[in-house]
């Protein structure tokens, strides 16, 4: 795991890409230059009666620039105060946190669903390999177009409104895709869903689980997941999402 790197980053700009989806950019000085793709930060609040930070994933990783790209949905006061952030304004930051994606070489997938889209978008310019995008959304579309020309792109929305009608799996299937191994972030039933297609079908399934936390280093033990091994931090079965996570192998874990 890389080392860990508290800092107060400066925002280089924000937009809104969607309904309550913001895309934010941030200078760090360490963070980016250690970071890899599948591991968050921590922003905190700069009110002090919010004490827990925030944990965002990272869409995009500029090492040579010291830049953060995070793409975040509001989901509370502490996402509606991020979104107010202005260009020159700082944030308090805790990172690189987690462990992100190993890099192979077999042909993948790698899918995202909702707000687990974002976080693909690093691991899909990092991978080498043969690789179809596959992205599920609910209906409004938002980072479709970063994804061109890094892999073909497949997607699907619940309503139908464009691409496949369904979720990812039915996106798979109506478009005849194959692979070796599937990397995926989103939310559990579709995680436990690519779970079992990846079982049925006899492939390698790396995920990365989307859970509340508190103290974002493992400390607190409020994001533990059922694994098949003990923990050595606990001796029971279970592992922290924030410290072993977020990235496991979906066969070690229970959804």
Known sequence: MAEKFEELAVVLSQKEIGNGIFDLLIQTENIAKNAKAGQFISLYSNDSSRLLPRPISLCEINREEGTLRLVYRVAGKGTDEFSKLQEKDTIRVLGPLGNGFDLGEKSAFLIGGGIGIPPMLQLAKELKCEKQIVLGYRDELFLLDDFKGLGDVY???EDGSAGTKGNVIDAIKANGLKADVIYACGPTPMLRGLKEF???????????????MACGIGAC??????????????NVNNKRICNEGPVFNAREVEL
Do not use: Q
């Not at 390698?204 to 989307?210: G, L, T």
């Not at 533990?224 to 091994?229: L, Q």
């Open 221 to 234: 033990l409020a994001c533990v997941c059922k694994t098949k091994e003990k923990d050595h931090h606990t």
């Open 155 to 157: 997607f699907s929305t």
């Open 198 to 212: 990846a079982i049925e079908n006899d492939m390698e399934c790396y995920i990365s689980m989307e859970e509340r």
